[in-house]
């Protein structure tokens, strides 16, 4: 028996294994051009499986909502129905030379499984900071991580009364509140830890986290009569914050920020880490029950597994077919994978390249079997499309950066592609062979 493994249970993995079984249901078939969409021949003897730890797919591009636990789709109901067979266990070890990979399940039994074609889709992790109370910190980079999040905002009521926070001595005061004189409209009125936030990174993640606490934590604090105590931080390494979205996202986020009052410190990072409070890498402290790191993402383990060249965040470098480069039978798709994108630019980490990477990968892994023509990797334009909680939305197109949609038109069309378009269809294994056809796009060129 033949058959393609593909490694991970994320957007990539997901599309490479629906796609690897189009293409081979198609060669079964035996329709030129028709459901494999490249002709070929395939016995019943070749199969596709996917293997994950875990049971559900994780919306991930949703986890900085509330109530993240139901951000989640079985995976079983997506695969099953296309024929795709799954192993609920975690890669612990890779020999490209033998094709075999060893798998330990649930209860610690390890086996070792054979592939002809293996496609690693093991997405990104979270790079926490080894610092001074670091257990202190929230994420949303898993499921888990943004369902304690979800928990511990809801348990602030139930904390013990705090002051207001002391400021430095050549800090000016408000002595009506203990903040200083210089604070923007629409601050809160006590800098007391409950109710304050310390959100760690400005780049796509930490701006969606910031906005969209700040409508949570109201929530949350409005029949205790605190929602003006309200107080979130976002703070940046770099010189400016959002500076990795490109420049004419800039005043768009700045105005973003500003009318939800959102504070920021830029060129500064957290150091340490209380339970009720932040030390800044200047020297200040800041008073908050909650701190959200979301600063740093690299490859998940298993992509060190496999032999390929990586880049400085762990990704496997791919050709143009998503082959791993010098590895022979291996292809990278999604987080795991740094892949060509035309006009001298590369793939980021993003929902918006694992799905192409997934479905291309897949197609390729299972042409490889049939002995057709693999397809080039061929992504939709580049996007940033961001949600900015009660401010709207950012969408803007190309390495450019240029702003197509603000505010609320914006927004509508992020939740359109968050709560609608990248949702896999359940129960209907024909549906998502259809939607696994590589040259079908998930987004929509024009959101207009």
């Not at 593909?6 to 997901?14: I, K, L, P």
């Not at 592939?115 to 929230?138: M, N, Q």
């Not at 409005?222 to 703070?235: I, K, M, Q, S, T």
Request: charged share 20%; proline share 8%.
């Amino acid at each position: 028996m033949s058959e393609i493994v593909v490694v991970g249970g994320g957007f990539a993995g997901v599309w490479a294994a629906a796609a690897a079984a189009r293409l081979l249901k198609g060669a079964r078939q035996g329709v030129p051009g028709g459901v494999g969409g490249t002709g070929g021949t395939a016995g019943p003897e070749h199969t596709v499986r996917l293997v994950t730890p875990e049971d559900d797919m994780v919306i991930r591009p949703r986890l900085y909502e509330a109530d993240p636990h139901t951000m989640r789709v079985p995976l079983d109901r997506i695969l099953a129905p296309a024929g795709v067979r799954r192993t609920a266990a975690a890669v612990t070890a890779i020999d490209t030379d033998r094709r075999t990979l060893t798998a330990v399940d649930r209860t610690g039994g390890a086996r070792e499984i054979a592939y002809d074609g293996l496609v690693l889709a093991t997405g990104s992790r979270l790079v926490r900071p080894e610092i001074p109370g670091a257990g202190h910190l929230h994420d949303v980079d898993t499921l888990a991580g943004a369902t304690a999040l979800d928990a511990h905002l809801h348990a602030l009521p139930d904390l013990p009364e705090d002051q207001p926070e002391d400021l430095p001595e050549d800090q000016p005061k408000n002595l009506l509140n203990g903040l200083p004189k210089d604070r923007p409209e629409g601050t809160p009125t006590a800098a007391t830890a409950r109710w304050t936030a310390v959100v760690v990174g400005s780049g796509a993640t930490g701006l969606e986290v910031a906005t969209e606490l700040v409508h949570r934590l109201r929530t949350i604090a409005a029949p205790h009569g605190a929602a003006d105590r309200v107080r979130v931080v976002l703070v940046e390494r770099a010189a400016a914050v959002g500076a990795s979205l490109g420049a004419p996202a800039a005043p768009v986020i700045a105005r973003a920020l500003a009318g939800l009052g959102i504070e920021t410190r830029a060129g500064v990072t957290v150091t340490a880490v209380e339970a009720g409070a932040v030390t800044l890498s200047d020297g200040s402290r800041l008073p908050a029950r909650t701190v959200v790191w979301t600063a740093g993402v690299r490859a998940a383990e298993p992509a060190g597994l496999v032999p390929g060249r990586h880049d400085e965040a762990g990704r496997l470098e791919v050709d143009a077919f998503l082959r791993v480069t010098g590895v022979p039978g291996v292809w990278a798709a999604g987080d795991a994978a740094t892949a060509p994108t035309g006009h001298g630019h590369r793939t980021v980490f993003s929902c918006q390249y694992a799905i192409p990477l997934g479905k291309f990968a897949g197609h390729n892994a299972a042409a490889a079997l049939l002995g057709v023509e693999p397809e080039p990797f061929a992504p939709g334009p580049y996007v940033i499309c961001l949600d900015l909680g009660d401010a709207g939305g950012l969408y803007a197109t190309g390495w450019e950066r240029a702003v197509q949609l603000t505010g609320d038109e914006a927004k509508k069309y992020k939740r359109a592609v968050t709560e609608q378009w990248i949702y896999p269809p359940l129960d209907d294994g024909p549906e998502l062979l259809r939607q696994a056809d590589h040259r079908l796009r998930t987004r929509r060129s024009n959101p207009v």
